[in-house]
């Protein structure tokens, strides 16, 4: 690209004023929300883009606050926000709060509410980690899949939920995994629509042979890619089966789509395969708004709020910085600007900085805070060149 259109675009990216929701919530959460928020002000500082940035209240901070998991005026500002950043929630502080109130029903609404029906869970390898995941270098290096979840249906929102007590000394839990016809298309959508722009492979992970919403789901995906996405390729695995081959020889995948529990128990195991849970980010996504074509987003690292490490400045901000990335790139128009970032982890990854959780041999040990200030430094350097 050639100066003058450079200077074009960051005019452009100047004039429009982006709104950013921060939650960073419990745990880390804050200590990591604290990196990706250095970057946010380099941005507003060398006028490359300018953020208006709130902040609010979630999980057990906003229980501690009024008395729920989230308040009616923060889901307000992330629905009218351009991406909202999510740290982590929860931590062994709540344990004995109501189960409506617990620190998870604050992300769960806010998934719920702004109908953030696509989580994308990308899983890469840097290079320089490649030692670092507990599987053999060979089966890791190179790594690049992406997970699509379903993320507001399925089991964890299905009615009825409850535990009735039988009478006879037995209790009984129930949980229902529902799904209907347009959810599994639109999430099939999108997983066969970033299919396009990769590897052009999706694999569709269900349990058909023993869940009717896995008949359906088979069924559902292979509708929509004869009838869409033909040149796409397209494979069927058993969930159990794709965890398994997930450790055996991930590379065999690119795009994985999932209900929202299967979903959530790979993303584990696939973020894993990068080196350190602390390494993945993840975006979740509403529907295309008629008029603007602007979704709802939410952007979250993986990991949880890792109570035993808060507050000991050891938390690895990588993954939180990652979906900073995330955002720029899906909600903010500055996917440029989002390939610098990931090039600025893996060069300072690359140079030997470490978190504890990544630490090896040789390496330089860090803490959250210098990590995020040898990625801003790195970013700075290349980006602003
Ligand atoms: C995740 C988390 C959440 C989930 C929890 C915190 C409710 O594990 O985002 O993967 O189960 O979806
Ligand atoms: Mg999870």
Known sequence: MDDLLDA?????????????????????????????????????????????IEQGLVGGSAYDAHGEAICDADVALAQSADAVLFGAVGGPKWDGVPYDKRPEAGLLRLRKDLELFANLRPA?????????????????????????????????????????????GQKRAIDTQIYDTYEIERAARVAFDLARTRRNKVSSAEKRNVMKSGVLWNEVVTRVHAEEYPDVELEHVLADNCGMQLVRNPKQYDVIVTDNLFGDVLSDVAAMLTGSLGMLPSASLG??????????????????????????????????????????????????????????????????????????????????????????????????A
């Open 8 to 52: 074009h675009v960051k005019d452009a990216y100047r004039m429009t004023t982006h709104k950013l929701f921060l939650l960073p919530g419990d745990g880390i959460g804050a200590e990591v929300m604290a990196e990706a928020t250095k970057l946010i002000n380099w941005f507003n500082q060398t006028g490359i883009a300018a953020f208006e």
């Open 124 to 168: 890469i390898c840097y290079p320089a980690l490649a030692d670092g995941s507990s599987l053999k270098r060979e089966i890791v290096e190179g790594l690049d899949l992406l997970i699509v979840r379903e993320l507001t249906g399925g089991v964890y929102f299905g009615e009825p939920k409850e535990i009735t007590d039988l009478g006879n």
């Open 287 to 384: 529907a295309p708004d008629e008029k603007t074509g602007r979704r709802k987003s939410l952007y979250e690292p993986v990991h949880g709020s890792a109570p035993d490490i808060a507050g000991t400045g050891k938390a690895n901000p990588i993954a939180m910085i990652a979906s900073l990335a995330m955002a720029l790139r899906y909600s903010l128009n500055m996917g440029e600007w989002a390939d610098q970032v990931e090039a600025a982890i893996g060069a300072v990854l690359a140079q030997g900085f470490r978190t504890p959780d990544l630490m090896d041999d040789g390496m330089k040990e860090v803490g959250t805070s210098e990590m995020g200030d040898h990625i801003l430094a790195e970013l700075a350097e290349t980006g602003a």
